[in-house]
């Protein structure tokens, strides 16, 4: 156990349709980033926030947001939902901070989300 | 393009049997790599990590190489077991502690 939690484990919607996506980091972490794993695809990074705040975007489509709570949980929106949006997204938190900037990810057990 | 990428996408081995899957990167400026195996139907976990400032790092039955000059990192893995089948991702974590993953490399181990 990771200690990265992800809910829902499923999800099936249809298109056009809005979902969101939660997860709460480990204790104590103020790191959260979001990716996408296709099918045979390697992990795409989308986003990270630290301590509430976005720090960075990669290959997130303008269709997706993400925010982080004073609590540290983070959720992933997705809206407009298309058939090649089908994926698996993952949530990884680390302690890493622009003094701590190597430090391993931990990551959740993912959702899979599958558009019809 | 990707700053990480594995050399092959699959990789079979006899059970008992050492494994070592092969990845390159192209920032040179990249300072942190992590090796992350991920099961079926679960996320990715961590399994060893070592920043630029070393070479070799060992763990329980895996160590990590490291050759900054021709930028590529390996993952040993030492009598390989059925339960070590699944996919090997490097990451690439230096500086901007953005793991950022290459495709993987499916290990598959036969008994």
């Known amino acids: 156990d990771s200690g990265v939690t992800q809910t829902p484990k499923h999800l099936i919607t249809a298109t056009g349709q809005r979902v969101t996506l939660r997860c709460s980091p480990r204790?104590?972490?103020?790191?959260v980033y979001w990716y996408q794993q296709s099918l045979d695809q390697g992990l795409q990074f989308l986003i990270q926030?630290?301590?509430?705040?976005?720090?960075a975007k990669g290959n997130i489509l303008e269709r997706f947001s993400a925010q982080q709570f004073p609590d540290l949980h983070s959720e992933l929106n997705l809206s407009s939902l298309e058939l090649g949006d089908s994926a698996l997204y993952f949530c990884?938190?680390?302690?890493?901070?622009?003094?701590?900037?190597?430090?391993?990810?931990?990551f959740g057990q993912g959702t899979r989300l599958t558009v019809v | 393009g990707e700053s990480v990428g594995l050399h092959l996408p699959t990789l079979s081995v006899q059970e008992g049997d050492n494994s070592i899957i092969n990845c390159a990167y192209s920032?040179?400026?990249?300072?942190?790599f992590i090796w992350y195996k991920q099961e079926s139907g679960k996320g990715p976990q961590f399994i060893i990590d070592?920043?630029?400032?070393?070479d070799k790092r060992q763990g329980q039955r895996v160590t990590v190489l490291l050759n900054k000059t021709v930028k590529h990192l390996s993952l040993q893995i030492a009598a390989t077991q059925p339960g070590d089948s699944a996919v090997y991702f490097c990451a690439d974590s230096g500086g901007s502690y953005i793991p950022t993953f290459g495709r993987g490399t499916s290990l598959i181990v036969h008994p």
């Open positions: 920032n040179s400026a990249s300072d942190y």
């Open positions: 070592i920043r630029s400032n070393m």
């Open positions: 990884a938190s680390s302690v890493a901070d622009r003094r701590n900037a190597n430090t391993e990810a931990f």
């Open positions: 926030y630290y301590n509430g705040e976005e720090r």
């Open positions: 204790s104590g972490d103020l790191s």
